[in-house]
């Protein structure tokens, strides 16, 4: 049986983009996560229930047992899943972390365009002033 889960998420967002990124650097082990774009024919093939319409409002992890967990549901199950952070997980269990944990989500997620229009000139803006200096 294949042990990996499958995150499914908006790869036309930079952001997400480099979350999945970040997630794969810091997997325990290689092939922890399978990354499918929520655009993909491959996500309309392998798991046509979870419409484009809402992955693309939250990113979806279909785990090994065939259970989705969507958004900010997810996150525990991916932290559980990362060298270094794994002792993190301990937090979700405290009761107020499921509402904060939701409300963080939800404010990254429905902002995320925003938000990332205003880091990237950030950020560009560094990589310039190095290569000036």
């Known amino acids: 049986m294949n042990n990996s889960a499958t ?33 993909s024919t491959k996500r309309k093939l ?12 939250s990113f979806h992890m279909v785990l090994p047992n065939g259970q989705i967990l969507i958004g900010d549901l997810a996150i525990p199950e991916i932290v559980k899943r990362l060298k270094r952070f794994r002792r993190l997980t301990i937090l979700f269990k405290l009761p107020v972390s499921k509402y904060i944990m ?25 990589n310039s002033n190095k290569t000036s200096d």
């Not at 983009?17 to 929520?38: D, P, Q, T, V």
């Not at 979870?50 to 693309?56: A, D, R, Y």
């Not at 404010?107 to 950030?122: A, E, F, G, H």
């Open 102 to 126: 939701f409300l963080l989500y939800r404010l990254v997620s429905n902002n995320r365009y925003i938000i990332l229009q205003t880091i990237l000139p950030l950020a560009y803006n560094n």
């Open 46 to 57: 392998r798991f046509p229930e979870i419409s484009e319409e809402k992955c693309l409002e």
């Open 7 to 39: 995150i499914i998420y908006d790869g036309q967002c930079s952001l997400c983009s480099g979350c999945m990124k970040w997630i794969e650097l810091h997997a325990i082990c290689k092939g922890n996560f399978e990354f499918i774009r929520c655009q």
